[in-house]
């Protein structure tokens, strides 16, 4: 992984959504905040770290309308970059709503067939060399599926380059079935990626929903014979599996102290993980800290929670 002197520079990239929430307030009147995969750890990856040492960008394509105009100023506002934001006047940003049920388990309504973010690598947009400028990239399987197969094969060359030059590629599969044309494709376009990623985030469920089930032990022996040389496995309340070279040694994870809202959960996780990495820590203190974060995101309703909720950084005093 790529050391430095200065600021390391991570882009993320994916799409940020309208997200409408608390659908059943007394006052009949849903919580409107700004949310999306990608978004999100680039939140809690930027709470996580010193700007002085790293500075998150989000990358997507928005539209020239208000709600678009105060999607970027919430994204500025959060510490995270905006500058490789592309606006269309012909596009609007898409929305989503989190439903919950008794347990605190969440479904979406998801609004976004002709979403913006969809067009971020058309004409007039994105190149595939603005990556490079960047220390590393990260991306889930969500911002794969969102794109045209054209769209997605240039975005995984973008990666092969940055992982060819020792950067930071980082990886959550984040499979969404509705999103993909065929869980085949899906399947094909995945493990594309993975032979080009660095640093594996994906959740255990997903793996399993992917690829028909398979044990954890399947999952890690899959993704590090197509090269990825890190895993952290997410498996919820059980905490992640580690591999690096091999499989790293249990931890005793520490349950959240409520559940009130699983959104963001594994946003969270990566972006405490990613963020203790980047501050020299070892992969067992950074799944600590990502899980350690993923449970305090749990205990609050929506996708980004209070920054004065946020649990101390890994290194803090």
């Known amino acids: 992984m790529p050391t430095s002197s200065t600021a390391l520079r991570l882009a993320c990239l994916g799409e940020c959504m309208i997200e409408l929430s608390d659908l059943d307030a007394a006052d009949g009147r849903p919580a409107l905040g700004f949310a999306g995969d990608t978004l999100n750890t680039a939140i809690y990856l930027s709470r996580s770290v010193s700007s002085d040492a790293v500075s998150v960008d989000y990358v997507t394509a928005l539209g020239t309308d208000q709600l678009s105009d105060r999607m970027v100023a919430f994204i500025a506002g959060q510490g995270v970059g905006t500058g490789h934001i592309i606006r269309r006047e012909d596009r609007l940003p898409g929305l989503y709503a989190i439903e919950l049920d008794a347990h605190g388990e969440r479904s979406f309504r998801y609004w976004r067939s002709e979403a913006a973010a969809r067009s971020l690598f058309d004409a007039g947009g994105l190149a595939a060399g603005d990556l490079e400028h960047f220390d590393g990239l990260y991306l889930s399987g969500i911002s794969l599926a969102i794109l045209s197969p054209p769209a997605r094969q240039l975005l995984i060359r973008a990666a092969a380059t940055l992982k060819a030059a020792g950067k930071w590629v980082v990886f959550d599969s984040n499979y969404r ?3 993909w044309e065929s869980v085949e494709v899906a399947r094909e376009t995945m493990k594309a990626m993975w032979h080009v990623t660095s640093l594996g985030l994906p959740s255990f469920d997903d793996e399993q929903a992917l690829w028909g089930g398979g044990t954890m032990d399947e999952v890690v022996t899959r993704l590090s014979g197509w090269g990825v040389p890190e895993i952290a496995c997410k498996n919820g309340a059980s905490g992640p599996t580690l591999w690096r070279g091999s499989v790293l040694d249990a931890q005793d994870y520490p349950s959240a102290a409520s559940v009130v809202d699983t959104t963001s ?13 980047l501050g020299g820590a070892a992969p067992e203190e950074a799944a600590m800290a990502g899980h350690r974060l993923a449970g305090a995101v749990i205990g609050h309703r929506g ?11 890994f290194g803090s005093a």
């Open 177 to 179: 079935p509705r999103l």
């Open 265 to 277: 959960a594994g946003d969270a996780f990566n972006g405490g993980y990613l963020g203790a990495r």
């Open 303 to 313: 996708a980004i929670i209070p920054l004065a909720a946020m649990p101390a950084p």
